[in-house]
């Protein structure tokens, strides 16, 4: 277990998750409600952005070192006021915060690429790795690339790059307060719009028991169902398989 590693995977999924939600109030101002900008939301202070139990949530997947999953608290949007019609208005308010991690995690994956001496670090990592060095052994061998200093530095680019993918994947799952449960209301007729919101105050718990409960009792039964392993793991073969695929187009860079 890593301290600095679980460190910086929390501290990244809090610029994420502040950005995302700052991005819903932005969207929100554009297509004109301008109530969330008044309620401060347009910001990237984090205590205005997060919510306590996707908080807790993302504290605890921090401590697998891949990956940090949680969401932040929900912004209120007054749909009347949205140009373009509430469901169309609710639906762009929605997608903006995965829309916005999502470019973030693209671009900081496609951007590492642009660091002089990445690829020589990476073929360090791979070498490193192969000798089964773990800790100040690690940086040590590392060291032989780059700097230790740009080692983390680059560490926690990735690491931000890999939250803001994992954050716009778990939006995509509708259930409040996530940001699919938005999309999915907006598009479903009024009768199994209304009869969906219905099950709104239970869904969080749900969410919970989803990514923490059952697989808990999946493993003491001997099965396997890990969902936010899942996600985590998809989020990092992204942007490996992104920065791995431009280092081999170019090596020289």
């Not at 373009?84 to 903006?96: K, Y």
């Not at 490193?128 to 983390?152: D, E, I, K």
Request: aromatic fraction near 8%.
């Amino acid at each position: 277990m890593n301290i600095i590693v679980i460190a910086e995977t929390f501290l990244a999924f809090v610029i994420a998750v502040t950005i995302h939600e700052a991005a819903h109030a932005a969207m929100a101002g554009i297509l004109g409600d301008a109530s969330p900008i008044a309620d401060g939301r347009l910001s990237v202070v984090p205590r205005r952005q997060m919510a306590t139990v996707g908080t807790i949530a993302a504290i605890v997947t921090s401590f697998h070192g891949l990956g940090s999953l949680g969401w932040g608290r929900p912004v209120d949007v007054d749909v009347r006021r949205l140009r373009g019609g509430a469901n169309l208005g609710m639906i762009l308010v929605a997608i903006s915060g995965p829309l916005v991690n999502l470019g973030i995690g693209l671009g900081l994956a496609f951007g590492m690429r642009a660091i002089p001496s990445f690829a020589a670090l990476d073929a360090a990592a791979a070498s490193c790795a192969s000798t089964r060095t773990f800790g100040l052994a690690m940086q040590n061998c590392l060291a032989t690339a780059q700097s230790p200093y740009l080692v983390r530095a680059e560490q926690f680019l990735v690491t931000l790059a890999v939250v803001n993918i994992l954050l716009a994947l778990v939006n995509c799952i509708p259930l409040h307060p996530l940001d699919g449960y938005k999309v999915i209301f907006a598009l479903l007729p009024t009768v199994q719009a209304l009869r969906f919101r219905d099950f709104e105050p239970y869904m969080e718990v749900i969410l919970l028991i989803i990514f923490f409960v059952v697989p808990y009792v999946a493993q003491i039964v001997g099965a396997s169902f890990n969902p936010a392993g899942l996600l985590i793991v998809k989020a990092n073969d992204i942007v490996g398989g992104i920065i791995g695929s431009l280092i081999r187009a170019y090596p020289l860079l």
